[in-house]
């Protein structure tokens, strides 16, 4: 009996200590497990962070906000408190222009307005880029509609002129968001097939003071290139971006509602000097059409430079390099009228029936002279 005691209490011994190692090794493995999981979470959390920096960067690009490079004294957003004839405002009104809650109208859809807003802050940004949110509408049908608006970066400021309602002969850079063909008007000369445009159409042009735009041609013989844009009476937000950095000055639109940009211009060996200033400008006529501009937002670019580039002369007039070469537009005659082609064949005909007339007669000399010296 005690030594079936002996045994019992020997067991219990040996069954506690296996429930003691089983719990360590159990508690071991819990804590083994605890910071495994933890580590894991650490590095899924790491990770997941980095997935929403780099999302909401995406988001940020697709939604053309770089608050980190913006520059606020050359932007003009909503509620557009900096607008005005105060002195602290950095832009101003002129012609037409007129404040909304929603946006700056620059011209009314009613004819002969005129209407601009323009930065009174020079820009000496080397490398920019500038994102402009605007609406263009009104109740004209197709092609019974103008004229369209511009968007500067030009020496001058708060002028009036035949140029969407800014000077001719500017200095600068200018981007019309052209909304009628007044070229297709025009009965004096047509450019071949190969050069038409279809409007409404977005296009660039450098001037230097000197280079005139050519209302009646649309400014096709200056413009340095452009793209057929549907940008007039459009349910949803239309946007344009025009960036220039390292010479290059990039044209971009998103009209279609996919807040994608499309490439309109992308031109090398583009020269423009610093200290200029931003502005935005519109003109109506006969024809006419409401021309909002809802924001631009100007952000300061990064860009790496050579050494060279850097010790650059600063540019004092602006310039295209190869500018004849992109601007040689093919021109042909204009055809014939319908009265023109009518009086051309009467005569044509007239004067055939005379030389068939002439020709007769002395067919009928030349055989009588012939007979007489026979006999």
């Avoid at 002996?6 to 200590?17: E, I, L, P, S």
């Avoid at 998103?254 to 400008?281: E, I, M």
Wanted: aromatic residues 10%; proline residues 3%.
């Amino acid at each position: 009996m005690a030594t079936a005691d002996k045994h019992h209490r020997r067991r219990r011994m040996d069954a506690a200590t296996m429930s003691k190692s089983n719990w360590f090794r159990l508690s071991s493995f819990q804590i083994f497990d605890l910071m495994f999981n933890q580590r894991n979470n650490h590095k899924l959390t790491c990770l997941f962070t980095i997935v929403l920096i780099l999302t909401c960067q995406c988001l940020a690009d697709d939604g053309y906000e770089m608050d980190d490079f913006l520059k606020r004294e050359h932007s003009l957003t909503k509620p557009y408190q900096g607008v005005g004839s105060s002195s602290s405002s950095h832009w101003d009104l002129m012609g037409n222009a007129i404040i909304t809650t929603e946006h700056v109208r620059l011209t009314p859809d009613l004819q002969s307005r005129q209407g601009a807003v323009w930065s009174r802050i020079p820009c000496y940004l080397r490398d920019w880029e500038l994102q402009v949110h605007f609406k263009i509408h009104g109740q004209g049908k197709k092609n019974l509609n103008g004229d369209g608006m511009a968007l500067w970066y030009t020496k001058e400021r708060m002028q009036t002129g035949p140029v969407f309602g800014n000077m001719n002969l500017f200095t600068g850079l200018g981007v019309f968001l052209d909304t009628y063909p007044n070229e297709n008007n025009n009965h004096e000369k047509k450019y071949s097939p190969s050069t038409q445009r279809v409007f409404p159409y977005v296009s660039g042009m450098v001037g230097n003071g000197t280079l005139a735009y050519e209302h009646d041609r649309d400014g096709q013989s200056t413009e340095l290139g452009g793209c057929t844009a549907l940008m007039r009476n459009i349910p949803h937000d239309t946007f344009l971006l025009i960036r220039y950095t390292k010479n290059r000055l990039t044209i971009q639109i998103d009209v279609d509602g996919k807040q994608q940009w499309r490439d309109c211009l992308d031109l090398p060996g583009v020269r423009l000097p610093q200290g200029y200033f931003f502005g935005a400008s519109s003109v109506t006529g006969d024809l006419s059409d409401n021309h909002d501009l809802i924001s631009m937002k100007l952000y300061q670019l990064t860009v790496e430079r050579p050494q060279e580039e850097e010790e650059e002369e600063e540019l004092t007039v602006p310039s295209v390099d190869n500018f004849e070469q992109l601007n040689k537009v093919e021109v042909q005659e204009e055809g014939m009228s319908g009265v023109q082609l009518f009086f051309t064949i009467v005569f044509s005909i007239i004067g055939i029936f005379v030389l068939g007339v002439v020709a007769v007669v002395m067919y009928g000399r030349w055989k009588e002279n012939s007979r007489k010296r026979f006999y």
